[in-house]
């Protein structure tokens, strides 16, 4: 598709399971970065890769958290023993930085609940 | 370190009132910057953005912002809102290829009918 994609839409998983989040950005897009959102919050930076750069982890919460991405293309944000605290909406965006218009484009986003 | 400040958190207004949302950058080179819209229910879109040239950038919807260097603001404003301008509003900053978009805590705006 044409836009930022994310997998699932809606996660519901029991407290201490272990939850996969992936993200399919734009392509050619050089530049992805996860976000959480809780309700009636703003956004909460996680983790930024751009290119073949280390990627910037310096907002991931804990090391439950991890995230990769394969091929400079798809994403996959980890969460391991998942806590009631992780309830949140995670939500991938991607852009094009060599370009000069850093715009950042945002897929529909993945809530996850833990029950 | 860089950062965006918004200044309003919560702003209720009824319609046909003009808006202006506040936003501060701290970075002092070259600096994109962006407002970002998000509809109850809905994905974060981009509302209008500024790159270089003209300082007032007109947006979708009618709202436009101004950037003034001189005081690190990227204002957002509307001259006339409507209800279903009750969003939440983000603005954030990028400056340089290797750095990642700094966001502002954002702005909650309710337009009552």
């Known amino acids: 598709g044409a836009g930022v994609s994310q997998s699932p839409s809606n996660k519901v998983t029991e407290k201490g399971k272990d939850v996969e989040l992936r993200c399919d950005p734009i392509?050619?897009?050089?530049?992805l970065y996860w976000y959480r959102q809780s309700l009636g919050q703003g956004l909460e930076f996680l983790i930024y890769?751009?290119?073949?750069?280390?990627?910037?982890k310096s907002g991931l919460p804990s090391d439950r958290f991890s995230a990769e991405r394969t091929g400079g293309s798809v994403s996959t944000l980890t969460i391991q023993r998942t806590q009631q605290e992780d309830s949140a909406v995670y939500l991938c965006?991607?852009?094009?930085?060599?370009?000069?218009?850093?715009?950042?484009?945002f897929g529909q986003g993945t809530r996850l609940t833990v029950v | 370190a860089q950062s965006v400040s918004q200044h309003n958190h919560h702003v209720i207004l009824s319609e046909a009132a003009s808006l202006e949302l506040g936003c501060n950058y701290s970075y002092g080179g070259t600096v994109n910057l962006f407002w970002y819209v998000q509809y109850p229910g809905q994905h974060l879109q981009l509302l209008l953005k500024y790159f270089s040239g003209d300082p007032l950038v007109k947006g979708i919807k009618g709202f436009e912002a101004e950037f003034i260097k001189s005081k690190f603001s990227f204002n957002l404003r509307k001259p006339s809102v409507q209800w279903s301008d009750t969003a939440e509003y983000f603005c954030?900053?990028?400056?340089?290829?290797?750095?990642?978009?700094?966001w502002g805590l954002g702005t909650s705006l309710a337009v009552n009918p």
């Open positions: 392509s050619g897009h050089t530049a």
């Open positions: 890769f751009q290119g073949n750069s280390a990627p910037d």
């Open positions: 965006a991607s852009s094009f930085v060599a370009s000069g218009n850093t715009e950042a484009f």
């Open positions: 954030a900053a990028h400056a340089g290829n290797n750095r990642k978009l700094i």
